[in-house]
């Protein structure tokens, strides 16, 4: 108890004196005698006076007539140097300088933070006058007159013996943390090269990190490392800003992006690390609960990088300190969690995590005045920070860096071994299907040259059943041309040219379906023009009577005689557009115009063209009726082969076949093609009477027909049936008994003459059909 009693006072004792020494040391505020010419950097927070202008519009000479210790003036800092403010007001510092020595001392006056907006420095000169240096991340660097240093540090040069007094304006839009010092010239340039040094081990290392994850990214094309990649180069650009190279080197001249600078970086790096740890979790197939929570905080962050871009830096910096509180405790559950689910990278990305919160406790700690100095300094954001905490950081990421490429690595010779085992069973499946598909091809391709071999045999069945009723045809017609009579021969030369030209036309289908569609060949020779019109006009007028339509067959201008040109082929040409034309048109008219230009030389261009007014032909349907059996409407018969054909004659000669058709308004077919003269130009006209008169002249006989006796109703079926099978030489027959078995029917067996003439076998079987005189008139009529 006695000593309990002893040692109390003896502790008492020992404070006071050590409160006196204190008291002693720090002499009076706002004065500081220099009594070492080689000191140490100084605190200046013990030293030196403060004043808030709230305003901050006070001027210097306002400013200066503040007098000291008053509410309304200047008060000691009393160790509030490293407290964090946020405010807009203007800070002024007041300090004496005294060099006690016997040198000349020269100084520098530092604050320890880059990142204040504007500072000015005014120091007293012989005769009351004022020196002033304007500062700050606002002012361009060509404006700065204090060197090429990366925070500002204003030179104050004192004799032995003299004094000077300061004052020193700070004004900032971040969280200000007034922390003078005041360093020798040799000191200084010392400790900026020592931080040099660190900081550029610090953003060089992010730099080379960058590099590293970029190759990583080509290599491997990761989402993951994409992110990685820029969230390191925003890293590097963040040091740079809040340790003032970046207003070196890469800003020199900027005012307002200086000064946002660092809050933009700062905020954006906070973002993509989110970003990046979600994308790792998807290359890694880990589900991370509450995403919706970290896509909020990712989108708040980037819009506080947007609100400080925009120039409100101080309300981004204030709300800045809470979201990274919410960074800090959520990346700190996201690396639990990949912990817990056994996740490579876990423990490294907590790692991270927990440097993290620590560099954002130690944010916070700067309004803790009981903390003691040297932890406080390592807070990487302030400029007196050890560039060593900064490292630390970086190996970490280097780290994870390091163990994110190995487990990309061991990703991708798992997949590349499960690719492997896929290729195998894939070759095998591949091969089996291969020699499945083999023998089902050789299957086919047997069946195929089978049923080919049916064609080629069906096509010869087929093309001789065809010829042989048309050259029977054709041989009958030859032996009536020797007994003609004058009235016969016009109709019998018809019969024959019709045979011939079917007899070509079969030949060329079998040729068609052999060949498989190969081009029609042309063998240019001399033509007569005028006889192909002829031949053309006598086709129009047995296929214009059989729908009682009319023709009419002009030339519009003179045309040449001769021509060089492939006559079958033209002829080919013409006729299946007049037969389409006859097919599609009843009681109307079919028109037949050819218009010839004289190029000189004896080169000619002709323009035909076929018009009828049948049913037209729609617009949708204009775009595919020249494909190979392709129909309007196939109750009209056909193959749907006519048109085609025509149009690939046309084309190998040079051509190429128009329609202009409207649905119920008729069609017109028209094509020029280029061909070579060999006579005179002629005028020529159709020299056949028109269907018209044809019409006439049958309806005529028709009315004297129906006034004599008809055939007997069983002889009539049989022509009926004759008429119906095609069986020219059997009705030719049948005419010459009944001539003689039955005179008194003379004109209805005239009629049949004419009617087969001309190949109406139509008109024949409905004539024979009719059970009565009127009924016939009726049939003959229509």
Known sequence: MMRLLLTRPLLCLLLCLWAIAQASAAGPQGVLHITDPNFKPIALEYNALVYEDASAEMGFDDIRQLPVGASKGFVPMQGNASRARYSRSAWWLKLTLVNNTSETLPLRFASDTSSITYLDFFQSMTGNSWSHTHSGEAVPLSEQPLGVFRREAFPVVLMPGQQTTIFVRIQSDKALMLAPRLYSEKSFTAHEASLSLWNGLLIGGLLALTVGALHVTVFSRSRAFAWLTALSLVIALYEMSGRGYSKLFLWPESTDWAVRATPVFGYASL?????????????????????????????????????????????????????????????????????KRSAPAGRIMLMITLFFTLQTALRFSGDASFLPEWVTVLNMRDSTSNPVTGLLGLYINLAFLAAWIVIVAKQRRRAERALLEHQTQAKNRLQTEVERQTEALNSALQYANEKNQQKTETLSYIGHDLRAPLATIAGYAQLL??????????????????????????????????????????????????????????????????????????????????????????LQVLLNLVSNAAKFTQHG???????????????????????????????????????????????????????????????????????????????????????????????????MPSAANVITKNTATTEHLMSTPLPPAYERMTLAKLARDGQLTEIEEWLMNMHAALPDCAPFFHRIQDLLATLDLEKIESLALAPTAHQARSEDAV
């Open 271 to 339: 973002a993509m690390f989110l970003i990046f740890v979600m994308s790792g979790a998807r290359l890694l197939q880990i589900k991370l609960s509450g995403k919706a929570w970290l896509v909020a905080l990712v989108t708040l962050e980037l819009g506080l990088a947007a609100l400080a871009a925009t120039g409100q830096v101080h309300i981004s910096v204030r709300l800045g300190y809470f979201v990274m509180v919410a960074h800090a405790i959520i990346t700190i559950v996201i690396a639990v969690v990949l912990i």
């Open 481 to 570: 041309d020797i007994d003609k009579k004058p009235s016969q021969a016009q109709y019998i030369r018809a019969i024959e040219r019709s045979a011939q030209y079917q007899l070509t036309l079969i030949d060329e289908l079998l040729d068609y379906a052999k060949n498989e569609l190969h081009p029609l060949n042309l063998n240019p020779e001399p033509t007569s023009l005028t006889c192909l019109l002829e031949d053309v006009t006598n086709y129009m007028a047995a296929l214009s009577a059989q729908h009682n339509n009319t023709f009419a067959c002009t030339a519009t201008s003179p045309i040449p005689a001769q021509i060089v040109i492939d006559q079958r082929r033209l």
């Open 589 to 687: 008219h079919i028109a037949l115009n050819l218009s010839a230009v004289d190029n000189g030389r004896k080169h000619w261009t002709l323009t035909f063209s076929v018009s009828d007014s049948g049913i037209g032909i729609a617009s949708e349907q204009q775009t595919t009726i020249f494909s190979a059996f392709t129909q309007e409407r196939s109750s009209y018969g056909g193959l749907g082969l006519g048109l085609f054909i025509a149009q690939r004659i046309v084309e190998n000669m040079g051509g190429t076949i128009s329609l202009d058709s409207a649905l119920g308004l008729g069609s017109t077919f028209s094509f020029s093609i280029k061909t070579l003269a060999t006579g005179d130009a002629v005028a020529w006209s159709q020299s």
